[in-house]
């Protein structure tokens, strides 16, 4: 294997361009990405958020504290469920409490809105719920709050 | 241009120095597969919300990732090694950047950074210093791979720098204020005066440290490369990756970036002698000292018999121009080459420049 990775002369400057154009491109394109993975964005923003769950019942918004509710299932049984059977992340799994927002609060935001998405893919036996939604009080860098609202997309069967 | 890129291409040296970074990685995957290990122990992250960047179907399954986690641990250990090391490398490399794909939520900047690193490593001889098994036939090898990883730090230091320095709220100083207002309490219970907090937290102060952080990532892209600069800016840069790990949570990636100084550092080894005077403890403490510490042998360390110029010194530095160096002038230089003493280097240099004629001209 290494005689492999001993790359002939011309093979090296091939391999180095790459390299550098490929990192350069990850680099200039992060701004593109919620996220900015890839970007080497060390500390972007030191922005803080508080996440509030509800969930669509009837075509009513009922609050979900500490992402906790229940509901019936299709056979008439008292179910629990919890947000956090599904996000683990420490950010997205601290409701009603404000957390620092690692990455910046662009990142938890679309990270948010695909938990919000994937939650509400797992809760089969909840025959309530439409629909997941996460009012987001945010703090960017230390500002004046403000409020963003995500939903998830309707579920199937409910 | 096409001498520069040609003198890049082709550039061998001693390669003792890439050892000690190869081992250096080794240890930061190894602990990395440990905190997968112990990560997975808690649940899989595939069973739970995750974000993955290839399709699902290559999302591997909770015994397949199990599998792959011991195989990063093994493949850790051979890097660490030094058997089939470069081979272990890019697997590690491979592997890694393909479970940072499989789930978002895990990426981490110190991590895609080891990935680079260790795939860049991985086409460098890396394999012919610090390692098991018979030695090498020769050290001397192709740097350009060590060189390309170099790049690889000037550009994460770019693309830091920049992002701040195009962030108003960064260049203001705005977001350090609020961290500092956010981790004030933190730093106070760590035992920091309340003085220097309160100092830190005032909006004046953390537009001047701002500025002072971007320059500083600016500055030790450029500055890494110049012969002249570059013992300053590995000195800063030292102390630069020290403070934010003092302050901050950044996993690994100080010690990592502190591995990848060891590149810069010019490919020879031996190249400066300590003499020591074997008759007395201090001289032989010193040796016995040096020896400990000089991991990326600068120093041929051997006693010598006293002469007219090194009576009365327990240790004499002899640089790689010839000159000679004693009393702090020796320990600014041993601090210079040794990695545990270097963050003490410009405080003694400094101090040594008051010093009076303590340099001699060896011609023997």
């Not at chain 2, 597969?33 to 993955?52: K, N, S, T």
């Not at chain 2, 110029?309 to 320990?331: I, M, Y």
């Amino acid at each position: 294997m290494p005689g492999a990775l001993d790359l002939p002369p011309r093979a090296r400057l091939l391999f180095a361009a790459s390299w550098v154009v490929l990192q350069a491109a990850l680099v200039l394109t992060a701004r593109t990405r919620p996220d900015g993975i890839f970007g080497f964005r060390m500390f972007p923003e030191a922005s803080t958020l508080e996440i509030h769950l509800s969930r669509e019942v009837g075509g009513r918004w009922v609050p979900a504290p500490g992402g906790e509710w229940s509901a019936r299932d299709a056979a008439g049984q008292l179910r629990h469920f919890s947000f956090r059977d599904r996000v683990r992340d420490p950010v997205l799994s601290s409701l009603d409490v404000r957390v620092f927002a690692a990455y910046g609060a662009d990142a938890q935001l679309a990270r948010l809105g695909r938990a919000l998405d994937d939650v509400a893919d797992h809760v089969p036996e909840d025959g309530e719920t439409t629909r997941l939604r996460a009012e987001v009080t945010v703090w960017r860098n230390g500002r004046d709050p403000a409020t963003t609202v995500l939903a998830s997309r309707p579920r199937r069967s409910p | 241009m096409r001498d520069v890129l040609r003198g890049w291409r082709d550039e061998v040296g001693d390669t003792y120095a890439l050892g000690l970074v190869r081992v250096a990685l080794g240890l930061l995957l190894f602990a990395s597969a440990l905190r997968e290990a112990r990560e997975l122990q808690d649940g899989y992250f595939g069973d739970v919300f995750h974000w993955p960047l290839v399709p699902e179907a290559l999302v591997p399954s909770r015994a397949v990732y199990a599998a792959l986690v011991v195989t990063q641990v093994l493949l850790a250990v051979l890097v660490v090694a030094g058997h089939r090391a470069r081979a272990a490398l890019l697997a590690s490399a491979l592997l890694g950047a393909h479970v940072l794909a499989c789930d978002r939520l895990q990426f981490h900047n110190n991590r895609w950074a080891l990935d680079c690193y260790a795939a860049l490593l991985a086409f460098a001889p890396c394999d012919r210093s610090f390692q098991l098994g018979p030695p090498p036939v020769t050290r001397v090898g192709p740097l350009w791979a060590a060189r390309l990883a170099q790049v690889q730090l000037s550009m994460i230091y770019v693309a830091s720098g920049g992002s701040k320095l195009l962030d108003p709220d960064w260049r203001g100083g705005q977001v350090l204020l609020e961290r500092f207002r956010l981790y004030g309490g933190q730093a106070l219970d760590a035992g920091v005066p309340q003085w220097l907090v309160e100092r830190m937290s005032q909006a004046d102060v953390t537009s001047v440290l701002a500025k002072l952080a971007i320059a500083t990532e600016l500055l030790l892209a450029v500055g890494l490369w110049s012969r002249r600069a570059r013992v300053f800016a590995l000195w800063w840069g030292v102390w630069f990756h020290l403070v934010i790990q003092a302050t901050s949570r950044v996993e690994w990636f100080t010690w990592l970036t502190l591995a990848v100084y060891v590149l810069f550092v010019t490919p020879d080894v031996r190249a400066r002698r300590l003499s020591f005077d074997a008759s007395r403890a201090r001289g032989r403490w010193a040796a016995r000292a040096v020896r400990t510490l000089d991991w990326l042998a600068r120093f041929e360390v051997r006693p010598w018999t006293p002469d007219g110029l090194r009576r009365g010194h327990a240790v004499v530095v002899v640089r790689r121009d010839g000159t000679a160096a004693t009393g702090l002038r020796a320990l600014a230089m041993v601090a210079r080459c040794t990695p545990l003493l270097f963050p003490l280097w410009a405080p003694l240099a400094l101090l040594a420049s008051f010093t009076r004629g303590q340099d001699a001209r060896v011609t023997a």
